[in-house]
C-alpha cells in the first residue's frame, strides 16, 4: 500500500511559513505584490483566479485583481502589463492562461517583465532554468519538487518519467528532474512504447489530462507516482489521470487528485511572490 503525499496538509504548512516571510518584508517597508489580469470569463480560469486572491490575502500578500472582459484588445493588455512593470507596489504578475483566442498569448508572457514573471513562461526565465541557475521555476513542477522533497524522495540516481511535454508542466518538471541529478525520460503522444518506458520509472509523473490514463500494469512496483492532472470524470468529479485503486497498491508513494500537487502549484505562486519581492529589493533569500 502506497503512503499518501499530502500535498494540502503540507500546503498549509508552507503557507504558515510564507505569512511570516510576508509579514518580515512588510515590516521592512516591502510588502510583497501580486497582480492576476484575467481576460474574459472562462469558469475555471475565474475560480484559478479568486483562489489566488484568497491565498494572497491569507498570507498577507497585497493583492490587484484585473477582471477584463472578453472583447479586450491585445494592445489594452499590453498596456495594462506595461503599466504593472513599472508599478514598485505589485513585485509579480500573472495572466491567467488561456487567453482569449484574438490575443497571442506568447507576446503576452513576453510583456511581463522577467524579473516579475511569478509564472516563470517568458523565455529569460526558461532560459535561466534551462542552464540549471533558476531563479523563479514554473509553479506546478516547482511544487511537485518541494513535496518530494518533503517525503524524502531524492530523485538522485532513478530513473524518472514524464509523460507530457507542455512548456507548462512536462518540459520544466524534466529540467528540474534533470538539476536534481534524474535520468530523465520525457514521453509525449508520439511515443510508441509507452507503456514500456513507464515501466522503467523509479518516478513516474503523469501531465497528459485524460482520466483513466495510467493503468496498474503500466507502474513499476514501488515507484512513486505522481498525478499532475486535473480532469473531470462522468460525473463531473475531478480526477487525474492515474487509475488510483489500481497504482496505488503498486506504488510506494503516491498523490491524491484532489489534494496533491494542486494545493503545491497554489503555494509556489506565493513564494515565488516573495521571490520577486527580495530581488527586486536586492535582498537574499534567507533559506540560502
Ligand atoms: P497539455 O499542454 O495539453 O499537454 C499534455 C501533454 O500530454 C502533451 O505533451 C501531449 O503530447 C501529452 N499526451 C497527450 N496524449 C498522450 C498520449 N496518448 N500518450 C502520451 N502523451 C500524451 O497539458 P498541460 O498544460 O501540460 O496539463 C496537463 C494536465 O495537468 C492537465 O490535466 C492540466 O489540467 C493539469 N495541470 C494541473 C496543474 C495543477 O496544479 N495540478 C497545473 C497545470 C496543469 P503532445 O505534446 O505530443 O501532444
Redesign the pocket.
Known amino acids: 500500500m502506497a503512503k499518501i503525499m499530502d500535498g494540502k496538509a503540507f500546503a498549509a504548512k508552507c503557507k504558515n511559513q510564507i505569512r511570516e516571510e510576508a509579514a518580515r518584508l512588510t515590516e521592512m517597508g516591502h510588502q510583497p505584490g501580486l497582480a492576476v489580469v484575467l481576460v474574459g470569463e472562462n469558469p475555471a480560469s475565474q475560480v484559478y483566479v479568486r483562489n489566488k486572491d484568497k491565498d494572497c490575502r491569507e498570507c498577507g500578500i497585497y493583492s490587484a485583481m484585473y477582471t477584463l472582459p472578453e472583447e479586450t484588445s491585445e494592445e489594452q493588455l499590453l498596456e495594462l502589463l506595461d503599466v504593472l512593470n513599472h508599478d514598485d507596489k505589485i513585485n509579480g504578475i500573472l495572466v491567467q492562461l488561456p487567453v482569449p483566442k484574438h490575443i497571442d498569448s506568447q507576446k503576452v508572457i513576453e510583456a511581463i517583465a522577467p524579473i516579475k514573471d511569478v509564472d516563470a513562461f517568458h523565455p529569460t526565465n526558461v532560459g535561466y532554468l534551462t542552464t540549471g541557475m533558476p531563479r523563479f521555476a514554473p ?2 513542477p516547482a ?1 511537485i519538487v518541494k513535496l518530494m522533497e518533503e517525503y524524502g524522495v531524492d530523485p538522485a540516481g532513478k530513473h524518472c518519467v514524464v ?8 518540459k520544466p518538471m524534466a529540467l528540474l528532474l534533470l538539476q536534481k541529478n534524474g535520468t530523465v525520460t520525457i ?5 510508441p512504447d ?1 507503456k514500456e518506458q513507464c515501466l522503467r520509472a523509479d518516478i513516474l509523473i ?5 482520466t483513466g ?1 495510467v493503468t496498474g500494469d503500466m507502474v513499476k512496483e514501488g515507484a512513486v507516482v505522481i ?5 473531470r470524470n462522468s460525473e463531473g468529479k475531478l480526477c ?2 492515474v487509475v488510483y485503486e489500481e497504482v496505488e497498491p503498486k506504488a510506494s508513494l503516491i498523490t491524491p ?1 484532489p489534494g ?7 503555494v509556489m505562486l506565493l513564494e515565488n511572490t516573495l521571490t520577486a519581492c527580495r530581488l527586486q529589493n536586492h535582498m537574499e533569500d534567507p533559506a540560502c
Not at 163 to 170: E, K
Not at 187 to 191: D, E, L, M, N
Open positions: 509553479c506546478t511544487g509523460i507530457g511535454r507542455s512548456n507548462i508542466v512536462g514521453c509525449h503522444s508520439k511515443t509507452l503523469s501531465a497528459v489530462g485524460k490514463f498525478d499532475v492532472a486535473m480532469n487525474g489521470d487528485v496533491g500537487v494542486g494545493p503545491m502549484t497554489r
